[in-house]
């Protein structure tokens, strides 16, 4: 099946600053990226995601990056605010194409 | 989007007991998940709840353990039975309309067992 691998575990930069955050995921048959934020005691929120026929897509501060031939995908986050502090997860679709497999998270901590 | 409601919130369970999880949504949609989440770790998938029919469960999940209900296009129950402390996640929802890609959660149900 799926693995997505995400890198790194944690994350602490300066108001501001860009974070990035890197996924890599082995089944070359996935076509759907999508990023989810989620909040100390709130579900999983879509932020951006991104299909395999394109390879960058911006909304306002967050961009998501793919290489499908490398099998990856990252999240870049610019000027960061402190809101931006949270649990990110990339995921990637499944064989069947219906649930997603998750990355196992990036606590980012955005200082002032 | 999707408004994706969960009932209960929370809950502190005593082992061995069950517990039932509601999941409503604002609209009709074509796919239901249901999601575990230990302490500090990632969404696993436990299982597709099928309208009309049994879920379809991943490894490691069966139905005696974690039955599910699907009754319409809007509504679905995760059952979490004779639990032990293991069991202690959050259990999510999870949604996708039909002719979309894009995945809803609900907030979650955060589960205690004692």
């Known amino acids: 099946g799926e693995n997505v691998e995400q890198h790194p575990s944690t994350l602490s930069v300066q108001e501001g600053d860009s974070a990035v955050i890197k996924c890599t995921y082995s089944d070359s048959a996935s076509n759907y990226f999508p990023w989810y934020k989620q909040e100390l005691g709130k579900g999983p929120q879509l932020i951006i995601d991104i299909r395999s026929n394109v390879g960058e897509k911006k909304d306002q501060r967050i961009a998501v990056t793919l290489n499908k031939t490398a099998k990856h995908f990252s999240l870049h986050i610019t000027e960061t605010q402190p809101e931006d502090s949270a649990v990110y997860f990339c995921a990637a679709d499944s064989n069947s194409g219906y649930a997603l497999n998750f990355g196992k998270g990036t606590s980012l901590l955005v200082t002032p | 989007s999707a408004v994706i409601s969960q009932k209960p919130s929370r809950d502190i369970c005593q082992r061995g007991t069950s517990l039932t999880i509601q999941c409503q949504v604002d609209s009709q949609v074509t796919m239901m998940f249901w999601y575990r989440q230990q302490p500090g770790q990632s969404l696993t998938l436990i299982a597709t709840a099928n309208q009309g029919s049994e879920a379809t469960y991943e490894s490691g999940f069966v139905i005696d353990k974690f039955p599910i209900s699907r009754p319409n296009l809007t509504f679905s129950t995760l059952t979490v039975s004779n639990m032990s402390p293991e069991d202690s996640s959050i259990y999510l929802c999870?949604?996708?309309?039909?002719?979309?890609?894009?995945?809803?959660f609900g907030q979650g149900t955060r589960l205690t067992v004692v």
């Open positions: 999870s949604v996708r309309k039909g002719g979309t890609v894009e995945a809803f």
